[in-house]
């Protein structure tokens, strides 16, 4: 028993030294590095073309019933179902943990990491549309894997086997049994709601909505995130507006955090600038996903013939998420003076809303609990897809039970192991994808070009 704890020990142990390796230094500059890359060679355009993003958004909603377009889902829908994974813990604990271990400087640096992120954004789902395929059942199928495979050639297979590998493996982790045991964490601490019963109602949603296909998964997002990100973000304008006095003196600490270090005080240590950069990075790059890989696998299945069009469309993804929502949550812990609290994660969270509103604990409960839920639709898509790249079509019924049947295990369990791993996988997910995006970036640049230009040139 006792050389069965010690093996345990020493592979915890081992994943903790890869986890500091991969989201280390090099990581964080290779995926500002990249983004900033790609932002140059685009001349700022995802930042500059934001409005179009939006008015490409609002058309959408629904494909051009006048043109044959390929794919399975509206652009719209696209957006939702890559929102629906990437708006979850990350904007209501991850950033509570960004703030409360690199202090208030850490959320100027998510911002930056966003702004270059939606180039990141814009390219990779522009690469998924260019090179997705049509699988055995008529469906098109597209991400880092294919982007690698079909855009690089076969002799780069091998980067897009690892990426399907890492991401089909984070899905179990990230994407399903840690977001169940955020769920279950939440109703039971603001509910009562026992875990098993959580897991258990859980495994019936989410099983029913799988079996539906990337169509009933993306029908469920493109009602649900909408409705959920609005509640939040008036949730947490109203507290915003409470402290409305408050305000300035926020963001000039939020300021200037970034660039100096912050002594401690009340029940928090002290961060230096570092810090606040490095956590400040690495959980909006958690929480946008933007590099990682993921949400060019739901951009390919949109119904499009544009890579571009849908590349606007996917870059406000970024925007959405970090510009917005993290931004609410991050403003809201410093205005209310919580960060000082000692307090981490969704309890922070949950402290700051409820210092001004006599509901704001059970506000952040029902938004961490919805926003889990629909991370698990949306990753359990992303996993399908690259258990689909390894092992075909026969692949998916399998895949969809077993995804199915582990959301309890994750209500119930203790996941302090499978989170590190998660995270350590999301981490290698990014390496390929982002070796993926420079080589590919010549192929980008070109058709926005070629897209603008003949947009210019329409009477």
Same mark, same amino acid.
């Given at each position: 028993m006792e050389a069965e704890v010690g093996l345990l020990q020493r592979v915890v142990d081992f994943v903790h030294v890869i986890n500091d390796v991969v989201w280390g230094v090099p990581m964080l500059v290779m995926i500002l590095g990249t983004g900033l890359f790609l932002s140059i060679g685009l001349k700022l355009m995802p930042v500059l073309k934001l409005g179009t993003g939006f008015k490409l958004l609002w058309s959408g909603r629904a494909p051009d019933e006048d043109q044959q377009e390929q794919g399975q889902? @509206?652009?719209?829908?696209?957006?939702?179902?890559?929102? @629906?994974?990437?708006?979850?813990?990350?904007?209501?604990?991850?950033?509570?943990?960004?703030?409360?271990?690199?202090?208030?400087?850490?959320?100027?640096?998510?911002?930056? +990491?966003?702004?270059?992120?939606?180039? +990141?954004?814009? @390219?990779?789902?522009?690469?998924?549309?260019?090179?997705?395929?049509?699988?055995?059942?008529?469906h098109h199928v597209g991400g880092p894997m294919y982007y690698i495979k079909n855009g690089l050639g076969k002799n780069w297979t091998w980067l897009g086997v690892l990426f399907a590998l890492f991401g089909a493996f984070a899905g179990f982790g990230i994407g399903n049994t840690v977001q169940a045991n955020s769920v279950a964490d939440?109703?039971?601490?603001?509910?009562?709601?026992?875990?098993?019963?959580?897991?258990?109602?859980?495994?019936?949603?989410? /099983?029913?909505?799988?079996?539906?296909?990337? &169509?009933?998964?993306?029908?469920?997002?493109?009602?649900?995130?909408p409705l959920m990100t609005v509640f939040y973000i008036v @949730?947490?304008?109203?507290?915003?507006?409470?402290?409305?006095?408050?305000?300035?003196?926020?963001?000039?600490?939020?300021?200037?955090?970034?660039?100096?270090?912050?002594?401690?005080?009340?029940?928090?240590?002290?961060?230096?600038?570092?810090?606040?950069?490095?956590?400040?990075?690495?959980?909006?790059?958690?929480?946008n996903e933007a590099g990682l890989g993921s949400a060019p696998i739901a951009h390919a299945a949109a119904q499009t013939n544009s890579p571009v069009t849908q590349g606007l469309v996917a870059m406000l993804g970024t925007f959405i998420d970090t510009l917005i929502v993290c931004s609410i949550t991050g403003l809201a812990i410093v205005v209310?003076?919580?960060?000082?609290?000692?307090?981490?994660?969704?309890?922070?969270?949950?402290?700051?809303?409820? &210092?001004?509103?006599?509901?704001?604990?059970?506000?952040?409960?029902?938004?961490?609990a919805i926003f889990a839920f629909t991370t698990i639709l949306g990753w359990s898509f992303y996993s399908e897809k690259c258990v689909q790249f390894l092992f075909g079509v026969k692949a998916i019924?399998?895949?969809?039970?077993?995804? +199915?049947?582990?959301?309890?295990? /994750?209500?119930?369990?203790?996941?302090?192991?499978?989170?590190?791993?998660?995270?350590?996988?999301?981490?290698?997910?990014a390496l390929p994808n982002l070796v993926a995006l420079l080589l590919l970036s010549p192929v980008v640049f070109k058709l926005t070009r070629s897209y603008f230009e003949r947009q210019r040139a329409k009477p």
């Amino acid at each position: 028993m006792e050389a069965e704890v010690g093996l345990l020990q020493r592979v915890v142990d081992f994943v903790h030294v890869i986890n500091d390796v991969v989201w280390g230094v090099p990581m964080l500059v290779m995926i500002l590095g990249t983004g900033l890359f790609l932002s140059i060679g685009l001349k700022l355009m995802p930042v500059l073309k934001l409005g179009t993003g939006f008015k490409l958004l609002w058309s959408g909603r629904a494909p051009d019933e006048d043109q044959q377009e390929q794919g399975q889902i @509206s652009p719209f829908n696209a957006l939702m179902t890559s929102l @629906s994974a990437t708006i979850g813990t990350g904007n209501i604990a991850g950033v509570a943990t960004a703030i409360a271990m690199g202090g208030p400087g850490a959320l100027f640096w998510m911002w930056c +990491t966003a702004l270059v992120g939606m180039a +990141t954004k814009y @390219s990779e789902a522009v690469l998924a549309v260019k090179f997705r395929e049509e699988d055995a059942n008529g469906h098109h199928v597209g991400g880092p894997m294919y982007y690698i495979k079909n855009g690089l050639g076969k002799n780069w297979t091998w980067l897009g086997v690892l990426f399907a590998l890492f991401g089909a493996f984070a899905g179990f982790g990230i994407g399903n049994t840690v977001q169940a045991n955020s769920v279950a964490d939440a109703l039971s601490a603001n509910f009562g709601v026992a875990p098993w019963i959580t897991g258990v109602v859980m495994m019936l949603l989410v /099983g029913a909505v799988l079996m539906g296909g990337i &169509h009933r998964i993306a029908d469920v997002a493109g009602k649900l995130v909408p409705l959920m990100t609005v509640f939040y973000i008036v @949730s947490g304008l109203a507290v915003l507006i409470v402290y409305a006095a408050d305000l300035p003196a926020a963001i000039m600490l939020i300021i200037e955090s970034a660039f100096t270090p912050v002594a401690a005080q009340g029940g928090f240590a002290g961060a230096a600038v570092w810090a606040a950069v490095n956590y400040g990075v690495a959980r909006g790059v958690f929480s946008n996903e933007a590099g990682l890989g993921s949400a060019p696998i739901a951009h390919a299945a949109a119904q499009t013939n544009s890579p571009v069009t849908q590349g606007l469309v996917a870059m406000l993804g970024t925007f959405i998420d970090t510009l917005i929502v993290c931004s609410i949550t991050g403003l809201a812990i410093v205005v209310t003076g919580s960060w000082s609290s000692g307090e981490n994660g969704a309890p922070l969270t949950s402290m700051a809303f409820g &210092h001004a509103l006599p509901i704001g604990n059970y506000v952040v409960a029902i938004a961490l609990a919805i926003f889990a839920f629909t991370t698990i639709l949306g990753w359990s898509f992303y996993s399908e897809k690259c258990v689909q790249f390894l092992f075909g079509v026969k692949a998916i019924m399998p895949f969809r039970l077993i995804f +199915t049947i582990v959301v309890p295990v /994750g209500a119930l369990a203790k996941l302090d192991f499978i989170w590190l791993l998660a995270d350590t996988l999301n981490a290698m997910m990014a390496l390929p994808n982002l070796v993926a995006l420079l080589l590919l970036s010549p192929v980008v640049f070109k058709l926005t070009r070629s897209y603008f230009e003949r947009q210019r040139a329409k009477p």
